[in-house]
């Protein structure tokens, strides 16, 4: 964990963000993507047909945002030499996202594959826009990686729309010192996570157990997915159910509602000058977070070497432990590619090839996607001096078995997402009625969703 903190505070922020500016896209379905294949394609091509197309000299374009990944390319151009491939950097998360849909409607510039997060997929396969990888061999890669990734890049006909990258499964990174400091034990339920943080706030004022920023609405759909929320369940391109002020829903606006109008928690926006002095300063002492924060933690965080140790989050039922996900991406292919076997191909080999999947953990320190990186023993080992040498890999691996798969995300994250920030968000900025938040949140949801054609259930 020793990369530099200017990528690791780059792809944290990435990793984290989970909102995305594609307002629009809806309006581009159908228009302009004229590939050459099938979005939903199931014929098989043949062995023949692969080991022809990968010895035939071609170019392909890559959009993706991640440092150094020439590294991980070197290695698929040494297997296939015929095939090159072209990295561009079109922005990081929301601004390429924003160049690919104005590619798509336009009917070029499209790249032939493209970095995509998790929650981003449903997004742009509503449009057509991504290429059904199971002709080409992906559905072998199955057992390759965790279950819930593969639920995350699966189709609701069984679909294979991308291949898992990095991931984030979410834990707790807490200021052991400060806990010793309070004598507060390591929550392992919410009850008891609620009783420190009124503890510790009394105890001093200018220091509080977390913060739950109220700009960050991918921190609340993990927290949801933790819970065993289904928030959004889609059936089809037409009909989807918007449970976002369910029982479960209420159970957290209520709980966290709480503690920010209490006044026990923090609510400020995160990834800011101000979250990152906090968090040096010692003015949270957790940070509910992704796998990818260990790392980036220890970019952003440097006074506090020595003093943060990982633990899972607390349980809403410490007999059925369960975790959600914030963050991490996949690599997907362009339906309107000239080259679709070139460009599976690569999609596959990239994130599913041992020596590139554990180069992506050791050189630019993803969290896996995959088994047998998650069941090895000089990753789970590794035990960094920022943590005190304990080995917080291990932690998140045992985790990341508890993430739910059945989660969905909804085709329209962009609008959800600000539609969050200004009714739920706000609550808690405010320290008023999150209950209530969440019945304004279902709300403007189920509106824009039926403005969109969409069938609403739950709303």
């Not at 390759?144 to 189709?155: I, K, P």
Request: hydrophobic fraction near 40%; charged fraction near 20%; include cysteine.
């Amino acid at each position: 964990m020793s990369a530099s903190s200017s990528s690791l505070s780059r792809r944290g922020f990435l990793a984290a963000t989970g909102a995305l500016s594609l307002a629009g896209m809806l309006s581009a379905c159908g228009g302009g993507d004229s590939g050459g294949t099938s979005g939903s394609a199931t014929k098989p091509v043949s062995q023949a047909d692969i080991d022809k197309a990968m010895k035939t000299p071609t170019q392909l374009t890559f959009w993706t945002w991640v440092p150094n990944i020439d590294k991980e390319i070197a290695l698929f151009e040494k297997k296939y030499p015929a095939v090159k491939v072209k990295v561009v950097n079109a922005g990081q998360g929301t601004p390429q996202y924003t160049k690919l849909r104005t590619a798509l409607k336009a009917g070029s510039g499209a790249p032939d594959m493209v970095q995509m997060e998790f929650q981003a997929i449903p997004t742009f396969t509503i449009t057509d826009s991504l290429l059904d990888l199971r002709p080409y061999g992906a559905s072998a890669l199955k057992s390759t990686f965790v279950d819930w990734t593969w639920g995350q890049v699966s189709g609701t006909k069984g679909e294979i729309w991308a291949i898992p990258q990095d991931t984030g499964p979410m834990g707790m990174l807490y200021r052991k010192d400060i806990f010793d400091k309070h004598g507060i034990q390591v929550p392992t339920t919410w009850d008891e996570f609620a009783a420190a943080a009124r503890k510790l706030h009394k105890a001093d004022p200018n220091v509080y157990l977390t913060n739950l920023a109220a700009n960050q609405v991918a921190a609340w759909h993990g927290l949801l997915w933790q819970a065993g929320a289904k928030p959004y369940v889609t059936s089809g391109k037409s009909d989807i159910t918007v449970s976002v002020d369910d029982t479960v829903s209420q159970k957290l606006g209520q709980y966290w509602g709480t503690l920010a109008k209490d006044g026990v928690i923090g609510v400020e926006p995160d990834f800011t000058d101000s979250w990152y002095a906090a968090l040096n300063k010692g003015k949270y002492a957790t940070w509910l977070t992704g796998a990818w924060g260990p790392a980036f933690l220890s970019g952003s965080a440097k006074a506090t070497a020595g003093k943060w140790r990982a633990a899972p989050l607390p349980q809403w039922d410490a007999a059925k432990p369960s975790s959600g996900n914030w963050g991490g991406s996949t690599t997907a292919v362009i339906r309107s590619t000239k080259n679709p076997i070139q460009a599976a191909v690569f999609a596959q080999f990239l994130n599913s090839d041992p020596a590139s999947a554990k180069m992506f953990a050791t050189e630019q320190f993803f969290f896996p996607a995959t088994k047998t990186l998650l069941g090895e023993a000089s990753f789970l080992g590794d035990a960094p001096a920022f943590y005190g040498g304990q080995k917080v890999n291990q932690v998140f691996a045992d985790i990341s078995a508890q993430v739910d798969p059945a989660f969905q995300w909804p085709p329209f994250l962009d609008r959800v997402a600000t539609d969050w920030t200004e009714t739920v968000g706000k609550s808690l900025a405010d320290k008023t009625d999150t209950v209530r938040a969440l019945g304004s949140w279902q709300s403007r949801i189920t509106t824009f969703a039926k403005s969109q054609g969409f069938t609403v259930k739950g709303g």
